[in-house]
């Protein structure tokens, strides 16, 4: 923990401080949206067609892989949602920046290593190794370990008034470090740790009851303990945690690939794509035309999806159910604009690797707090890409899906702005579900 020590009688107890916490939770909130940035590259860059090279048992398989990504991807999503919870109700706002990836050696300890790379035998065992138990001994792949050596050490308990993150080996010791602490300002803050008027994402609003409203410490630490047991440092004997799923995977690909050397799951994506000349090595430059119009499209998307998430917290039940419509809409669009851009030659230069999705983050991301406002901002960003998508040198069929989707996202908006206008509801109809939102994308050969 990253404690302030008062003097005098106090000296030697560590306390606290709602900074401290808040610090911690911005971390939680990077790491998961990077992990699942990460899950998701690897999800985009498998193969879908049995022509690309793939006999009925490697298609059936990835298949399967497929739908075994997906629900990381959209657990990952959740617990994003329940730290932006956790915050909500310690008084601030939720955190949805994070450093664009590969993420710099240092920004977390030494052996949480974060990039982009297509899904693979050593991608797999470096998500088994992010995943992994804290009773469970692991070395990450060289590929990753490399970065280790670059970054330093964090200090074990500094005791300063600004607060930084702790060094920790696991996601989940990360995690057990947020819950000591949460217990430790309750015990010192009482009644007054947590805010009872903070708007929170309700989970069943999308489906998804594991994302509950935090107002006390048992409700605090039990989102933690969830968030841990379904991913970050779930024990060995659980067969369902992000660590078993991503194992039981890596057993199969290298049964496939045992009878099978040549086969490849995924499609030759570059690692670490970027849009501007890179400044480091292990990136690759995309500048190949159409994949710069379909990485631009693919951003600007995540960018939407991004400003949505915050417009939910800024502005609460007023606009709810609209914003969760306009996250899962993202989510499709995401992985309809994957598909054709991991076909596309990243570079003329290296004509064999594809382009990638890069997930680039503004450097705005905070929310306007009026309704009207934020929905008038959103209906502006996505007009601005219904045009964009309307020109991408792609195919006439997705090309047109694709605007008829933004349409509808667009005409949807606007009628929310006219009910917010008139101090309406948006909050009738069937319940949107995270959970099942196929981003994994349409049926192969659907382009």
């Given at each position: 923990?990253r404690?302030?020590?008062?003097a005098?009688?106090?000296?030697?107890?560590?306390?606290?401080?709602?900074e401290?916490l808040?610090?911690?939770?911005?971390?939680a909130?990077?790491?998961?949206h990077n992990?699942?940035c990460?899950?998701?590259?690897?999800l985009?860059?498998?193969?879908?067609?049995?022509?690309?090279?793939?006999?009925?048992?490697e298609?059936?398989?990835?298949?399967?892989?497929?739908k075994?990504?997906?629900?990381v991807c959209?657990?990952?999503?959740?617990?994003?949602?329940q730290?932006?919870n956790?915050?909500?109700?310690?008084?601030?706002?939720p955190?949805?920046?994070?450093?664009?990836l590969?993420?710099?050696?240092?920004?977390?300890p030494?052996e949480?290593?974060v990039g982009?790379t297509?899904?693979?035998?050593?991608?797999?065992?470096?998500?088994?190794?992010?995943?992994?138990?804290e009773s469970?001994?692991?070395e990450?792949?060289?590929?990753?370990?490399?970065?280790?050596a670059a970054?330093?050490q964090?200090d074990?308990?500094?005791t300063r008034?600004i607060?930084?993150?702790?060094?920790?080996t696991?996601?989940?010791?990360?995690y057990?470090?947020?819950r000591r602490?949460?217990?430790?300002?309750?015990?010192?803050?009482?009644d007054?740790?947590?805010?009872?008027?903070a708007?929170?994402l309700?989970?069943?609003?999308?489906?998804?009851?594991?994302?509950?409203?935090?107002?006390?410490?048992?409700?605090?630490?039990?989102a933690?303990?969830?968030?841990?047991?379904?991913?970050?440092?779930?024990?060995?004997q659980?067969d369902?945690s992000?660590?078993?799923r991503?194992?039981?995977?890596?057993?199969?690909?290298t049964?496939?690939?045992?009878?099978?050397?040549?086969f490849q799951?995924?499609?030759n994506?570059?690692?670490?794509?970027?849009?501007r000349p890179?400044q480091a090595?292990e990136?690759?430059?995309v500048?190949?035309e159409?994949?710069?119009a379909c990485l631009?499209?693919f951003?600007?998307?995540?960018?939407?999806m991004?400003r949505t998430?915050?417009a939910?917290?800024?502005?609460?039940?007023?606009?709810?159910?609209?914003?969760?419509?306009?996250?899962?809409?993202?989510?499709?669009l995401?992985?309809?604009?994957?598909?054709?851009?991991?076909?596309?030659?990243?570079?003329?230069a290296?004509?064999?690797?594809m382009?990638?999705?890069?997930f680039t983050?503004?450097r705005?991301?905070?929310?306007?707090?009026?309704?009207?406002?934020a929905?008038?901002?959103?209906?502006e960003?996505c007009?601005?890409?219904?045009?964009?998508?309307?020109?991408?040198?792609?195919?006439?069929?997705?090309?047109?899906?694709l605007?008829?989707k933004?349409?509808?996202?667009?005409?949807s908006?606007e009628?929310?702005?006219a009910?917010a206008a008139?101090?309406?509801h948006?909050?009738?109809?069937?319940?949107?579900s995270?959970?099942?939102?196929?981003?994994?994308?349409?049926?192969?050969?659907?382009r």
């Amino acid at each position: 923990m990253r404690p302030l020590e008062r003097a005098g009688s106090m000296a030697g107890r560590h306390e606290t401080t709602r900074e401290e916490l808040l610090h911690l939770l911005a971390e939680a909130s990077e790491l998961e949206h990077n992990l699942l940035c990460s899950y998701l590259f690897a999800l985009f860059s498998l193969k879908r067609r049995h022509d690309e090279d793939l006999r009925a048992d490697e298609y059936a398989a990835l298949q399967r892989w497929r739908k075994q990504l997906l629900s990381v991807c959209v657990e990952e999503m959740l617990h994003l949602t329940q730290v932006a919870n956790l915050t909500a109700a310690l008084g601030a706002a939720p955190h949805f920046n994070r450093p664009n990836l590969p993420v710099a050696p240092g920004y977390h300890p030494a052996e949480i290593v974060v990039g982009l790379t297509p899904l693979s035998a050593e991608t797999l065992k470096h998500f088994i190794f992010l995943e992994r138990p804290e009773s469970v001994a692991l070395e990450d792949p060289e590929i990753f370990s490399t970065h280790q050596a670059a970054a330093a050490q964090r200090d074990k308990r500094p005791t300063r008034l600004i607060p930084s993150a702790p060094d920790y080996t696991t996601i989940g010791e990360f995690y057990g470090v947020l819950r000591r602490a949460l217990q430790s300002f309750v015990d010192q803050q009482g009644d007054t740790a947590f805010r009872a008027d903070a708007y929170q994402l309700d989970g069943r609003l999308i489906d998804a009851p594991s994302v509950t409203i935090v107002r006390s410490l048992d409700d605090a630490v039990q989102a933690i303990d969830r968030i841990v047991e379904q991913g970050e440092g779930a024990s060995q004997q659980s067969d369902d945690s992000h660590y078993a799923r991503f194992s039981a995977m890596l057993k199969e690909l290298t049964t496939l690939q045992a009878a099978r050397p040549g086969f490849q799951p995924a499609r030759n994506v570059g690692m670490n794509p970027v849009m501007r000349p890179p400044q480091a090595a292990e990136r690759t430059h995309v500048t190949s035309e159409p994949a710069l119009a379909c990485l631009d499209a693919f951003n600007a998307v995540y960018w939407l999806m991004l400003r949505t998430l915050a417009a939910l917290y800024a502005n609460g039940q007023a606009i709810a159910k609209p914003m969760v419509n306009q996250l899962l809409a993202c989510m499709h669009l995401l992985s309809e604009l994957a598909d054709p851009l991991t076909e596309c030659v990243a570079d003329a230069a290296t004509p064999g690797v594809m382009a990638g999705p890069s997930f680039t983050v503004p450097r705005h991301t905070e929310a306007i707090g009026d309704p009207r406002s934020a929905l008038q901002q959103l209906r502006e960003r996505c007009a601005q890409i219904e045009t964009a998508v309307a020109l991408l040198p792609i195919s006439e069929g997705l090309r047109a899906g694709l605007a008829r989707k933004l349409a509808a996202m667009r005409q949807s908006l606007e009628c929310s702005g006219a009910q917010a206008a008139a101090g309406l509801h948006h909050g009738h109809g069937e319940r949107p579900s995270m959970a099942a939102a196929p981003i994994h994308g349409g049926a192969p050969g659907s382009r």
